[in-house]
């Protein structure tokens, strides 16, 4: 009888201890966190698109940049402009061979130094540029996101007539998300590398864009010249501006670079930096 009793005892403290082992070791879920996780909604990638400026003949980092940029999943390629040393057709045809030899989608834009050859031979400074690649200025809008790519390479008579008015007409459609670029920024906190530097006029017009871009229907600004990557707000604090660091290996304290812009689908978006491997 006693060892039947305490065999029955045995097996009740054996299902104890069992028991609260289990309970120790199970975690109890943490409901509200997992609910938040729940309805936390997931952001999907609607666009990514690569800028390239200022690669100034360089043309082994340029097409060492496009199919980088091309392994990220972009959509397509913008470029701010400087392919050249000084602007010569055979410079420009070597700089958009490159470009058309990558497969990609591209929109370009042309930078002081592509004007050079053209003006000194007593043409329209765009002239060169023109007729290697086209426009200078560009409007493009996918899936409601606008991005303006403005001419305002012209250091002396700043930003033609036909860019202002692509900048207005733009203004006046109804987007998510409004990108504005060009080869040079009318503002930076630290450099009086900017737009206007060489001439009175053309810094008067790059007060009117700044303005324009503190309105408040300007997402971002992007620009290359700079040869270094950053990012800054404009004087009222309205408008983040993104310089683009240079794929040209001369005059770049960062070392050759592109960038990334990345969109989804809240029109949220990020713009990063991109070392060239």
């Not at 109890?28 to 952001?43: I, L, M, R, S, Y």
């Not at 397509?76 to 055979?90: M, S, Y």
């Not at 086209?134 to 700043?158: F, M, P, T, W």
């Amino acid at each position: 009888m006693r060892k039947t009793l305490l065999l029955i005892i045995l097996v009740i403290i054996s299902i104890f201890l069992g028991y609260s082992l289990a309970k120790s070791s199970f975690k109890v879920p943490n409901v509200e966190k997992d609910a938040n996780q729940e309805t936390e909604k997931v952001k999907r990638l609607v666009l990514k698109f690569a800028i390239v400026s200022d690669s100034g003949g360089e043309n082994d980092l340029l097409t060492k940049a496009l199919p980088q940029a091309q392994g990220k999943g972009i959509n397509f390629v913008i470029g701010l402009g400087d392919w050249t040393t000084v602007g010569t057709l055979e410079q420009l045809s070597v700089a958009k061979q490159v470009f058309d030899d990558s497969k990609l989608e591209y929109y370009v834009t042309a930078g002081d130094h592509d004007l050079w050859a053209s003006r000194n031979q007593d043409n329209d400074p765009l002239s060169n540029f023109n007729q290697t690649f086209g426009k200078a200025s560009h409007l493009l809008e996918k899936d409601r996101i606008q991005i303006v790519i403005l001419d305002n390479s012209d250091i002396y008579k700043g930003i033609p007539s036909e860019s202002w008015e692509l900048l207005f007409e733009s203004l006046k459609k109804d987007v998510k998300l409004r990108f504005v670029m060009a080869h040079k920024t009318p503002f930076h906190p630290d450099s009086a590398h900017i737009m206007g530097q060489d001439a009175q006029n053309v810094k008067a017009q790059a007060e009117n864009l700044l303005a324009i871009l503190e309105e408040g229907q300007i997402s971002g600004f992007f620009s290359g010249d700079m040869h270094f990557f950053a990012q800054f707000k404009t004087p009222k604090q309205a408008v983040k501006i993104t310089t683009i660091g240079a794929v040209a290996s001369q005059k770049n304290f960062q070392g050759p670079r592109f960038g990334i812009v990345t969109v989804y689908d809240d029109y949220s978006w990020k713009a990063e930096d991109v070392e060239i491997r």
